[in-house]
Nanobody, 128 residues
Framework: QVQLVESGGGLVQPGGSLRLSCVAS????????IGWFRQAPGKEREGISC????????AYAGSVKGRFTISRDHAKNTAYLQMNSLKPEDTAVYYC?????????????????????WGRGTQVTVSS
């Protein structure tokens, strides 16, 4: 059974950090680009970061660049999103998704096009 499961969300104070994980089961992430998306209350879902399988290159939306870092561990079939300097406006449900034979870039990071498998999301709340 193909599945993506996010974890690591929670409540954190402004300026704090969280690391999200995205574990894949039922398939290998080796041939997939991985994207992280988020949906804040009352807003549309937006792409914030992605990492390619071929060369490990990454891309970030302007809203998170310099604060968030995406990575992947092929051996663990897992992707991560390290989130630092969190702000209240980062509050959202965070999703990971995968796109086979897809090359993401800065110009495509916010798009959902090409992503086929999605996790159910993990809640991140940034509040004092």
């Amino acid at each position: 059974q193909v599945q993506l499961v996010e974890s690591g969300g929670g409540l954190v104070q402004p300026g704090g950090s969280l690391r999200l994980s995205c574990v894949a089961s039922g398939f290998s992430l080796d041939y997939y680009a991985i994207g992280w998306f988020r949906q804040a209350p009352g807003k549309e879902r937006e792409g914030i970061s992605c990492i390619n399988s071929a060369d490990g290159s990454t891309a970030y939306a302007g809203s998170v660049k310099g604060r968030f870092t995406i990575s992947r561990d092929h051996a663990k079939n897992t992707a991560y999103l390290q989130m630092n300097s969190l702000k209240p406006e980062d509050t959202a449900v965070y999703y990971c998704a995968t796109a086979r034979d897809y090359y993401c870039s800065d110009s495509k990071v916010e798009s959902e096009e090409g992503y086929d498998y999605w996790g159910r999301g993990t809640q991140v709340t940034v509040s004092s």
